[in-house]
């Protein structure tokens, strides 16, 4: 008996997609809320490629097995939206808690799943086990293309945090999926929406493995091998601005309340920090308590506004960690007439951090 191409197609993505949760599951991408819906999304893809597979053998059987033919249609409509939308809440945690009408897509297609088998309106199967698309059938792929054009547009959101080459890969895994898309909905025997999405999938785990080795693991900022790349990219670009921070007295915080207390206070002031500059430029763990932040087209202005802010909401957390917490930091503007390159602002910066750090230093002595 001869396989026709979409089952052997749906079994090598299967395949893969299995050996992908394996390696997701024992190695965490990025951290363990991404891993969490990267695998949901995987897991239902592979459900919908293997209700794929056997819809298609009973596409080829007698009339005898139409109601079976109904029932995993209905099912693979219903749960298929689920993986464009833990792809989203995969980068959208915060979202996901306060959005509800993110949900609506997924909601339409559930219901309308749900009554086909009595109105037909998404497809129906009839007696002689004829699949055919029904009156309202193109309500789901603009559901679907919905729920991908929210996954798009919060990268577009987030935009700051990939760079040019991390932009350009994720959005030719959408182009992927968007092409099988309309191939399928152009011809209808060609049955690679889900293939593409399982490619995509495949695509999208080296993507976040790559991500991860960018990463610092505790903060989730980048890290100092990507700081390092960063200041090659903009060593010559003037008015790039270095700013240097740097966390006071970790070391008594570290003896006195112990480390568990204080990488939790460096998790919470790295993300101070990145909130705080995440529209102007990236941030860095560069040290067990310095961070960096990289700023193209700086006014020393804005910098000066910046960090103000960034002071006030440190104190912020200080009331909340009920320690006193500070922070030092200093700040360089590269000039291409009187610096070398970008890396004499990088130490120029690092001083006026240390010469911050003095003062602070000096005025807790006097109040002790």
């Avoid at 430029?281 to 040290?287: D, S, Y």
Wanted: charged share 20%; proline share 2%; hydrophobic share 45%.
């Amino acid at each position: 008996m001869k396989i026709p191409v979409t089952i052997s197609t749906d079994i090598f993505a299967i395949s893969a997609l299995l050996f992908t949760i394996y390696l997701t599951q024992k190695n965490m991408l990025i951290n363990t809320y991404k891993t969490k819906y990267y695998l949901k999304s995987a897991c239902i893809v592979c459900l919908v490629l293997i209700l794929e597979i056997f819809d298609t053998i009973l596409g080829h059987a007698d009339s005898r097995y139409y109601i079976i033919h109904m029932l995993l249609n209905i099912v693979g409509f219903s749960i298929s939206p689920l993986a464009p939308m833990y792809l989203y809440f995969l980068h959208n945690e915060k979202k996901v808690k306060h959005n509800k009408w993110i949900y609506t897509p997924f909601i339409i297609i559930f219901i309308l799943s749900l009554t086909t088998w009595k109105t037909g309106w998404l497809f129906y199967i009839s007696e002689n086990n004829e699949y055919i698309r029904g009156t309202y059938f193109e309500i789901y792929p603009i559901c679907m293309l919905i729920c991908f054009g929210m996954l798009v547009y919060s990268d577009f959101a987030n935009y700051n945090q990939y760079d040019k080459d991390e932009r350009r890969f994720l959005y030719s895994l959408y182009s992927l999926i968007i092409a099988g898309t309309a191939l399928q909905l152009l011809f209808p025997e060609w049955l690679l929406i889900w293939s593409s999405i399982s490619m995509s999938l495949l695509l999208y785990y080296i993507f976040l493995r790559e991500l991860q080795f960018k990463h610092d693991p505790m903060t989730g900022i980048y890290n100092r091998f990507v700081f390092q790349r960063e200041l090659n990219r903009v060593k010559c670009i003037e008015n790039t601005a270095v700013i240097v921070i740097d966390i006071n007295n970790l070391k008594m915080i570290n003896d006195e309340y112990g480390h568990a207390l204080g990488d939790d206070m460096i998790t919470k002031v790295a993300q101070t920090i990145d909130g705080c500059f995440t529209s102007f430029g990236r941030t860095f763990r560069t040290g067990g308590d310095e961070f960096c932040v990289v700023y193209e087209e700086a006014t020393a202005e804005v910098i000066e506004k910046q960090l103000i802010r960034l002071d006030e909401m440190i104190h912020e957390i200080s009331i909340n960690f009920m320690i006193k917490i500070a922070i030092a930091h200093g700040y360089c503007i590269y000039q291409t007439k009187i610096m070398k390159d970008i890396y004499e602002a990088y130490i120029i910066a690092d001083q006026r951090m240390y010469e911050n750090k003095a003062i602070f230093k000096s005025k807790h002595k006097k109040h002790q």
